[in-house]
């Protein structure tokens, strides 16, 4: 299994709201990729300018290959990361994941 953990900063407080559409819409196509177990996205309460992705996938070429599907390529490419700074983290769980 592959985990990754994304921090988005979006650049500016009026480009909130179209990075937070883009990746609503993003949501449900990750979700239905080869090899996506769960991909959540997180909007922080406390500064509205941080979106969190939580994904897991089957494994590390699952989450390569995703990078060249639709979703990447037309919403968060072009829509988010244009607007905002990414900050990834592969991990290991720890403990037991329900």
């Given at each position: 299994?592959?985990?990754?953990?994304?921090?988005?900063?979006?650049?500016?407080?009026?480009?909130?709201?179209?990075?937070?559409?883009?990746?609503?819409?993003?949501?449900?196509?990750?979700?239905?990729?080869?090899?996506?177990?769960?991909?959540?996205?997180?909007?922080?309460?406390?500064?509205?300018?941080?979106?969190?992705?939580?994904?897991?996938?089957?494994?590390?070429?699952?989450?390569v290959?995703?990078?060249?599907?639709?979703?990447?390529?037309?919403?968060?490419?072009?829509?988010?990361?244009?607007?905002?700074?990414?900050?990834g983290?592969e991990?290991?769980?720890?403990?037991?994941?329900?």
């Amino acid at each position: 299994m592959f985990y990754l953990n994304v921090r988005l900063t979006v650049h500016k407080d009026e480009d909130v709201p179209a990075v937070k559409a883009a990746l609503e819409r993003m949501v449900p196509m990750v979700r239905q990729e080869p090899g996506c177990l769960r991909f959540d996205v997180y909007h922080s309460q406390t500064n509205p300018r941080l979106f969190f992705l939580v994904e897991h996938w089957e494994s590390r070429d699952h989450w390569v290959a995703h990078r060249e599907m639709e979703a990447i390529q037309t919403i968060y490419l072009p829509e988010v990361l244009t607007r905002a700074e990414r900050e990834g983290h592969e991990c290991e769980a720890v403990g037991s994941i329900g």
